[in-house]
């Protein structure tokens, strides 16, 4: 499995940016996908995950700000980030979970700078 994401850039406070992410290879045993992210000196955190079935998840920090979608037949994951803060600043990494032995695939990262 492999995952190439995309998408990120500079954007002032309270803007907007949309990553995406493609998923190739060996996805029928792949349910959920989703984005994490790491900050320097952080450790890499949970950001929003989807499964296959639609069922969202999101960190308290994002709620109501991100929105996670995927396109099942274009085995792709998006995060729509608006109201950005210079605390989402992070590189952003897209994951999916592979549900026969739960093996994490990522990609390899798309850096998010929000400035103030």
């Known amino acids: 499995v492999q995952l190439q994401a995309c998408g990120g850039g500079l954007v002032q406070a309270g803007g907007c940016l949309r990553l995406?992410?493609?998923?190739?290879?060996?996805?029928?045993?792949?349910?959920?996908l989703g984005w994490y992210r790491q900050a320097p000196g952080n450790k890499r955190e949970l950001v929003s995950t989807?499964?296959?079935?639609?069922?969202?998840n999101y960190t308290d920090s994002v709620k109501g700000r991100f929105t996670i979608s995927r396109d099942n037949a274009k085995n792709m994951v998006y995060l729509q980030m608006s109201s950005l803060k210079p605390e989402d600043t992070a590189v952003y990494y897209c994951?999916?979970?592979?549900?026969?032995?739960?093996?994490?695939?990522w990609g390899q990262g798309t850096e998010v700078t929000v400035s103030s």
């Open positions: 994951n999916a979970k592979d549900i026969l032995d739960d093996t994490d695939y």
């Open positions: 995406s992410c493609a998923v190739s290879g060996t996805v029928v045993y792949i349910n959920a």
């Open positions: 989807m499964t296959r079935g639609g069922k969202r």
